[in-house]
């Protein structure tokens, strides 16, 4: 796993600035806290390597979803687009807003296709949602395009790709707003957390009341004096979050080297297997590399090289057959299993389009889903484990040559 590979001293530097002041919440208490403000240097931080103009800090990278589409204005009687391959937290926001995620297929990046967005546009069409999977990112210039001739928001997902760009450009800053995700096995980690950015102001500061309660965060008002634009939640990052995610954050590009290092020395491995392919990225330099995506010509094959594999401890992941990550595959979801007896949003009269999940609309990812493998790249790799990674391919290409 990446940034929680490397927690250490500087982490816990950063804890203890916050622990010695006393002020765990991010706001308020000025006096108090000493000059320590964690979750704004790591906003600041943020903001600044992804050259926005704003960076909100969040309580994850779910909630960072839930905020950005509400600050976006989508609720009932919306469609959004989300590809059919990314966990479950994308679809879940979409319907935590009331409005209904609209299933779209993949192409050879495993990735949201731009050329089937067109197709799935009706009159409640809304946004779109690409979602930059496994590290590597979508056609995001493409979406953007299609989405541009259609008046739709773009909201990126980028909680799997931190740190990753395309054709120089951070990824987050395509769309009108970008969501990221710090939890335990992402990039860099704050335990939880996740950030929201963008450079449209209004977006910011619909996003930052919102997240708040609807507080304007007035310095000369108390809280209870505030005046509020709207009824808000409370998604607040806290400054323990704060702290460990900017000592994450300082190591982002040390990671994202190392685990680039490590991805290419794993596909010179993998590359001995006979009939493998790997999985297209748009742009190989921006690939953030935290897995390794390979396909062979057809489900049984890659099976056999998953067991193979496994049996040799290194554990590959097929994704069609994964239970968080493919549509598909989420039964309480095909069953409207919501929170609300009357199945809402699914269900609401005031949504006009077809809910339709099966999977005979994304040919691309049952097909592909089904023959591609991901093993995750870490970031330190000892002698000896590179050595057991290589007796674990070697027996896979045993297995495929037998």
Same mark, same amino acid.
Do not use: Q, W
């Given at each position: 796993?990446?940034?929680?590979?490397?927690?250490?001293?500087?982490?816990?530097?950063?804890?203890?600035?916050?622990?010695?002041?006393?002020?765990?919440?991010?706001?308020?208490?000025?006096?108090?806290?000493?000059?320590?403000?964690?979750?704004?240097?790591?906003?600041?931080?943020?903001?600044?390597?992804?050259?926005?103009?704003?960076?909100?800090?969040?309580?994850?990278?779910?909630?960072?979803?839930?905020?950005?589409?509400?600050?976006?204005?989508?609720?009932?009687?919306?469609?959004?687009?989300?590809?059919?391959?990314?966990?479950?937290?994308?679809?879940? &926001? %979409?319907?935590? /807003?009331?409005?209904?995620?609209? $299933? +779209?297929? *993949? !192409?050879?990046?495993?990735?949201?296709?731009?050329?089937?967005?067109?197709?799935?546009?009706?009159?409640?069409?809304? &946004? %779109?949602?690409? /979602?930059?999977?496994?590290?590597? $990112? +979508?056609? *995001? !210039?493409?979406?953007?395009?299609?989405?541009?001739?259609?008046n739709l928001i773009v909201l990126e997902d980028t909680a799997q790709s931190c740190g990753g760009t395309y054709k120089g450009r951070h990824l987050g800053t395509f769309g009108n707003m970008g969501t990221f995700s710090f939890d335990y096995v992402k990039t860099i980690t704050a335990a939880e957390g996740g950030m929201v950015i963008t450079n449209d102001k209004t977006l910011a500061d619909r996003a930052e009341w919102y997240h708040d309660h609807g507080h304007h965060h007035d310095p000369a008002l108390s809280r209870g004096q505030e005046k509020h634009e709207f009824i808000g939640f409370n998604f607040r990052m806290n400054e323990l979050q704060g702290a460990v995610g900017l000592a994450q954050f300082r190591k982002l590009d040390y990671i994202v080297g190392e685990q680039r290092r490590n991805k290419a020395k794993m596909k010179e491995m993998l590359s001995r297997l006979d009939g493998v392919g790997f999985r297209a990225i748009p742009d190989p330099d921006g690939d953030t590399a935290t897995f390794i995506g390979f396909h062979f010509s057809d489900g049984v094959t890659a099976h056999t090289v998953q067991k193979a594999l496994g049996e040799n401890g290194v554990d590959a992941v097929i994704y069609k057959d994964n239970a968080w990550h493919y549509l598909p595959n989420w039964e309480h979801f095909l069953e409207y299993k919501t929170m609300n007896p009357r199945k809402y949003p699914f269900l609401n009269p005031s949504n006009k389009g077809v809910v339709d999940y099966n999977r005979e609309r994304i040919p691309v990812a049952e097909d592909l889903l089904g023959r591609t493998l991901f093993i995750q790249i870490p970031v330190i790799v000892s002698d000896e484990r590179w050595g057991e990674i290589e007796r674990a391919v070697t027996a896979a290409k045993t297995v495929l040559t037998a």
């Open positions: 796993m990446p940034g929680k590979e490397l927690i250490g001293k500087e982490e816990l530097k950063e804890i203890m600035d916050v622990m010695e002041t006393g002020v765990l919440m991010r706001y308020e208490f000025d006096t108090e806290r000493k000059g320590v403000y964690k979750v704004r240097d790591f906003e600041d931080a943020f903001r600044a390597y992804c050259g926005v103009e704003h960076a909100l800090g969040v309580t994850s990278g779910s909630a960072a979803l839930v905020v950005a589409l509400n600050a976006l204005g989508i609720g009932p009687e919306d469609e959004v687009i989300v590809p059919a391959f990314t966990f479950v937290a994308t679809f879940e &926001a %979409v319907c935590e /807003v009331g409005a209904v995620p609209v $299933m +779209a297929d *993949i !192409d050879d990046t495993l990735n949201l296709n731009p050329d089937v967005i067109e197709s799935l546009i009706t009159p409640s069409t809304r &946004a %779109v949602i690409p /979602v930059h999977m496994c590290g590597a $990112m +979508a056609r *995001i !210039d493409e979406i953007v395009a299609v989405a541009r001739r259609h």
